[in-house]
């Protein structure tokens, strides 16, 4: 059962997480800066409206 412990002590470290964090809020100013999120709200609305049948 050794092998169950050593893959525990593999978790990702603090800093790594902060990183990536940071990285993913990043990516998701540039993405507002360049306007990609009211292309990503009318998508997700009609979506919604196609599912829902109004549309």
């Known amino acids: 059962m050794s092998f169950w412990h050593k893959t525990l002590d593999k978790r990702p470290k603090r800093g790594m ?6 990285i993913g809020v990043v990516c998701l100013v540039i993405g507002i800066y ?6 990503v709200y009318r998508k ?5 409206l196609e599912c829902i049948g109004i549309g």
């Open 34 to 39: 360049e306007g990609q999120l009211e292309d």
């Open 17 to 22: 997480w902060f990183l990536l964090f940071g």
């Open 44 to 48: 997700a609305v009609m979506i919604c």
